[in-house]
């Protein structure tokens, strides 16, 4: 069992950078891949990044890429979500997961679930 915690959230104008983190109790952290979803009011909940067991490959969505870069330190058991360059069509409820296999950004694959930190972007 994997508990996860979000932090960092909170009310940025666009334009702001903003760095979510995601602390996990588990200490074997280091076997799981990990992701960061975002869901908007009324909208289905949507892959923002993931990243790979070791940390060493990574990926991103279309609509976030060159902006957002997910990150990994296995010895802080933190997944980090660095957001620069902010919109307005980023506020949502920012998710981080964690997934035994590798590396997937599939929502399907991932077990567990943090309970979310808001990300509100003004204009």
């Known amino acids: 069992q994997v508990h996860l915690v979000e932090s960092g959230g909170g009310l940025v104008q666009a334009g702001d950078s903003l760095r979510l983190s995601c602390a996990a109790s588990?200490?074997?952290?280091?076997?799981?891949?990990m992701g960061w979803f975002r869901q908007a009011p009324g909208k289905e909940r949507e892959f923002v990044a993931a990243?790979?067991?070791?940390?060493?490959?990574?990926s991103s969505a279309d609509s976030v890429k060159g902006r957002f870069t997910i990150s990994k330190d296995n010895a802080k058991n933190t997944v980090y979500l660095q957001m620069n360059s902010v919109k307005v069509e980023d506020t949502a409820v920012y998710y981080c997961?964690?997934?035994?296999?590798?590396?997937?950004?599939?929502?399907?694959?991932?077990?567990?679930w943090g309970q979310g930190t808001q990300v509100t972007v003004s204009s």
């Open positions: 997961a964690a997934s035994p296999e590798h590396y997937t950004t599939d929502y399907a694959a991932y077990n567990y």
């Open positions: 990243i790979s067991r070791s940390g060493g490959y990574s």
């Open positions: 588990e200490g074997t952290f280091r076997r799981y891949g």
